[in-house]
């Protein structure tokens, strides 16, 4: 080969030597732009998905402080009926138409009994459970202003809760509470008045059976509804 001609050869290798050293340079420059990009993004999509993470913990911890801080809730038909039935428990079996469980013998030869009702076993517990029925000026006229002023049904002698029957006895009672309704009346931030039908069939050569009404009112006190006054 002479010299001129292998000349021209190596400097046509040389050039495609170059050219193929360029072309590499710029894939892997390509390349790089190509893998950092998506990093770029993953970093922020990452910490974007923690932001609402933390907000939306931020929005659970405030829902949650909402529901423990003791907001009133308000009274439905429904908790009035079971307030109701405990008005009716009160009523027919402790004191205006029956008496708890007692023994059948005085104390000391007088007219008061040891009550024996297992739930009651004090004034404080009678007390207890009048203040999940009714309001604090409700329950203390029960416990010692009933049935009349100045005179208890039921007081404590010896350490132990008693009945005084010289102050029992029950009337003449027609209504019949069995499936009774409860209709909101009026009701605003602290107090509701309400009716509740039953039915009334009295003594007659031809009784009749009629609805009977009994309108009482709930008010919000010490962190629950209870009842106003007792209802018949």
């Not at 024996?116 to 009048?130: K, M, P």
């Not at 009346?185 to 509740?196: G, H, Y």
Request: aromatic fraction near 10%; hydrophobic fraction near 30%.
């Amino acid at each position: 080969m002479k010299k001129n001609q292998w000349m021209k050869l190596r400097s046509a290798m040389m050039g495609l030597a170059i050219c193929s050293v360029m072309l590499c340079g710029c894939n892997t420059n390509g390349n790089s732009q190509t893998e950092g990009n998506p990093s770029d993004s993953d970093s922020e999509t990452e910490i974007a998905t923690q932001e609402q993470t933390n907000q939306g913990n931020d929005g659970d911890v405030s829902t949650e402080a909402g529901s423990e801080s003791g907001q009133k809730e308000a009274i439905t038909e429904a908790e009035l009926s079971r307030l109701f039935e405990e008005n009716l428990n009160c009523m027919l079996y402790i004191f205006e138409l029956g008496d708890l469980s007692h023994e059948e013998e005085p104390m000391d030869g007088d007219m008061i009994y040891r009550v024996t009702d297992d739930e009651f076993q004090s004034l404080a517990d009678l007390e207890e459970y009048l203040l999940t029925v009714y309001t604090k000026e409700e329950a203390d006229r029960l416990l010692y202003q009933y049935p009349y002023e100045d005179q208890s049904k039921y007081l404590e002698q010896d350490g132990v809760l008693c009945i005084n029957m010289a102050l029992s006895g029950g009337k003449g009672y027609y209504v019949d509470w069995t499936d009774f309704e409860v209709r909101i009346k009026t009701i605003d931030e602290d107090r509701c008045t309400f009716l509740v039908k039953g039915t009334i069939e009295e003594p007659a050569d031809e009784p009749i059976l009629e609805e009977y009404y009994s309108e009482g009112a709930a008010v919000y006190e010490n962190g629950h509804w209870v009842l106003e006054e007792m209802m018949y």
